[in-house]
């Protein structure tokens, strides 16, 4: 036997050393096969030549990204972009930044070995996959910043640019506002060529702020049905009885203690049984009310979500004075007779102004309440969507206000948004007007005077002239707000200025203020504005927008600290600004160059599968999928 063994030694030994080593990697077989799938599979492929992309660099793509989903709110938001929620987005940026020689080495990712270690015990993320995450959103950060600032500006520049965006003014301010002059009478064609021009503009677009587009209008009819009346129907009820309100005392004796010798019936047991009940009595008053009000529409036909009325309507719907006969017969209600808008139709946004009604809700379509405002702007003369359905002539759902007290509301009468069918609809808008330009044009010509009267006599002086003046108002003007500036920014979109509003005026005037914050930013930072001669204090500007002049004096100013500008600058946001103020505000073009859509034809990018020029049927992943992996 042993000559055997040796004789057959080394081929025995290869037998069973293979027959070994298969028992050592089975365990690890599934494995083995799986990565080698991964750097087969095709996921996607990108640019002219195809260049494919495999499920393991896929895999390490959202890898990165989950990290990033992780960290990255510790981080400035990427100019243009804001957070980055996609891996086709991330991978195609990350590659962009590359090409431009944006990715840095391993020590752009900012952390040293300890630090980075003690990250990846935190998250649970390898070292390798966060240093290349931190590395890559270093490089896209800086990538798009280069874009934004792609229009240099001295440092001069930025820092003179950003004391007026972001420097504050706090001034006083009087406007002088033009009024019609009755002297002067429009003749027909003036008035006819006014309406022409400005007929179908929307009130303050045009210029001057003129504009005779109507609004959304309407006229409303409602019941109120007061808190106290239900209260009082429910303490008369039988419900409520002394008999009902004993066996209730007795029920819940431990809520009452200290009457547990007396005889007669506690205030505050009657209260308690009222707010027990109150709720079911003011849903059976709801139920009540709804079916008196669908008794005359039953079988009605739809459309879009709402009725279709006959033309006899008006004749067979129930009365709010119906209602109010029927509740106060079956539950002894007493309720005033209904209210109305007027005798002529409002503007559907003054709706919430209307005592009683405008603050009144519904929970009935949703968790959060709905008001009548927003449920009259769904009208179905309105071209409402249906989502609301609330039309001219149908009871809408009944209305509650904090108080308690219930409303019956219904839409007499809609005329929705258009331009005037003729000018007779607007005539005397327009004549008063005009009359308004004629007296605006006559102020021009002494604006002169009017700041000779601001600076010797005071703003105040001005309310004491011929002009139609304010009492002085004390008010701070700044362009943008560095907070809020960081939330536009974290949603990827451009940071907004604060609304252009002058006080006393309705149309917003950006020119005015803008001149404000010149003015208070020009001044040397040694300066205090309380030392300067009110010469240098009073500015007097015309508003053509909203046909009046504006007189000005300088309080103070609070300027940009050193610490915001630096932030500031680090995130490139100044020079942002400045684009969007030299585009004039429309930097949608910039945003969407790098949004998936276009950054995914700029490169070719196609997953496998949704190829359908190729057919290229391979690949096991597509955008949904990857996509959906981020959130799984």
């Keep these: 036997m042993n000559r055997l063994l040796r004789k057959y030694s080394k081929l025995l030994l290869a037998v069973f050393g293979t027959g070994l080593m298969v028992v050592f990697l089975m365990p690890q077989i599934p494995d083995l096969v799986s990565q080698f799938g991964a750097r087969s599979t095709l996921v996607a492929t990108m640019g002219q030549d195809d260049k494919p992309i495999s499920a393991r660099d896929w895999d390490e793509v959202r890898n990165e990204l989950q990290f990033l989903d992780k960290v990255q709110a510790q981080f400035p938001p990427l100019p243009l972009v804001g957070e980055l929620k996609n891996p086709e987005q991330y991978y195609l940026l990350a590659h962009e ?21 003690q990250l990846s015990r935190n998250t649970g993320f390898p070292p390798a996959t966060i240093r290349q995450a931190l ?41 002088l506002k033009a009024v019609p002059d009755n002297d002067y009478t429009p003749d027909a064609a003036a008035i006819q060529s006014h309406f022409d021009t400005y007929g179908d503009v929307e009130p303050g677009e ?5 504009g005779y587009r109507l609004p959304n209008r309407l006229s409303l009819e409602w019941l109120t049905i007061p808190s106290d009346s239900i209260d009082d129907s429910l303490r008369n009820s039988d419900a409520m009885s002394e008999r009902e309100l004993m066996k209730y005392w007795r029920r819940n004796e431990s809520r009452f203690p200290g009457f547990e010798d007396s005889d007669e019936i506690p205030d ?52 709010f004075e119906d209602i109010k006969t029927h509740l106060g017969d079956t539950y002894g209600l007493v309720i005033e007779s209904p209210s109305n808008s007027g005798d002529e139709m ?34 179905r003369e309105f071209d ?56 605006y044009e006559s102020m021009l010509e002494e604006i002169d005077e009017i700041e000779r009267i601001s600076e010797t006599d005071g703003l105040e002086s001005l309310a004491d002239t011929g002009w139609n003046a304010d009492s002085p108002n004390s008010k701070s003007f700044q362009k943008y707000q560095p907070g809020t500036v960081a939330f536009y920014l974290q949603q990827g979109s451009m940071p907004r200025p604060n609304p252009a509003i002058l006080p006393g005026l309705s149309q917003q005037d950006p020119e005015v203020i803008d001149a404000i914050l010149t003015k208070a930013s020009d001044l040397d930072n040694d300066v205090v504005i309380a030392d300067l001669p009110e010469s240098e204090r009073i500015m ?5 927008k909203n046909l009046a002049i504006v007189a000005v004096r300088l309080i103070d100013r609070r300027p940009l600290d050193s610490d915001s500008f630096q932030q500031l600058a680090v995130q490139q946001v100044i020079p942002m600004l400045l684009m969007n103020e030299e585009m004039g505000g429309d930097t949608a073009s910039m945003r969407e160059a790098f949004t998936i859509d276009a950054l995914q034809a700029r490169h070719g990018f196609n997953f496998a599968g949704n190829d359908e020029e190729t057919g290229n049927t391979n690949g096991t992943v597509d955008a949904a999928d990857a996509s959906a992996s981020l959130t799984n």
Excluded at 97 to 117: K, N, R
Excluded at 135 to 148: E, K, P
Excluded at 291 to 310: H, I, M, N, Q
């Design 540 to 544: 007097v500007m015309p508003s053509d």
């Design 384 to 439: 409402g969507t249906g989502l609301y359905p609330v039309q001219s002539g149908v009871a809408g759902p009944i209305l509650q206000d904090a108080n308690g007290n219930l409303y019956v509301f219904r839409i007499m009468e809609a005329d929705g948004a258009r331009a005037p069918r003729d000018l007779d609809e607007v005539q005397a808008k327009v004549v008063e007007d005009l009359q308004r330009l004629a007296n």
């Design 97 to 117: 930044a590359s090409e431009a020689g944006m990715i840095g080495g391993i020590i752009s990712a900012g952390l040293g070995d300890q630090e980075l270690l």
């Design 135 to 175: 590395t890559n959103r270093a490089g896209i950060y800086r990538y798009l910043s280069h874009f934004v600032s792609a229009g240099r500006h001295s440092d001069r520049r930025l820092k003179g640019e950003g004391r007026k965006l972001f420097d504050a003014a706090d001034a006083q301010v009087v406007s």
């Design 346 to 379: 409002i503007n559907a946004n003054e709706i919430s102004t209307l005592d009683g009604i405008g603050r009144a809700r519904t929970d009935k379509f949703s968790r959060l309440p709905v008001g009548i405002e927003q449920l009259a702007s769904e009208c």
């Design 206 to 210: 045009g210029e001057h702020g003129f």
């Design 268 to 319: 505050t047991v009657q209260t308690a049984m009222l707010n027990d009940l109150r709720e079911a009595h003011v849903a059976e008053l709801n139920r009540s009310i709804n079916d008196r009000l669908r008794l005359p529409r039953r079988g009605f036909d739809e459309s879009g979500g709402y009725l279709v009325l006959p033309d006899d309507w008006n004749d067979r719907k129930t009365s």
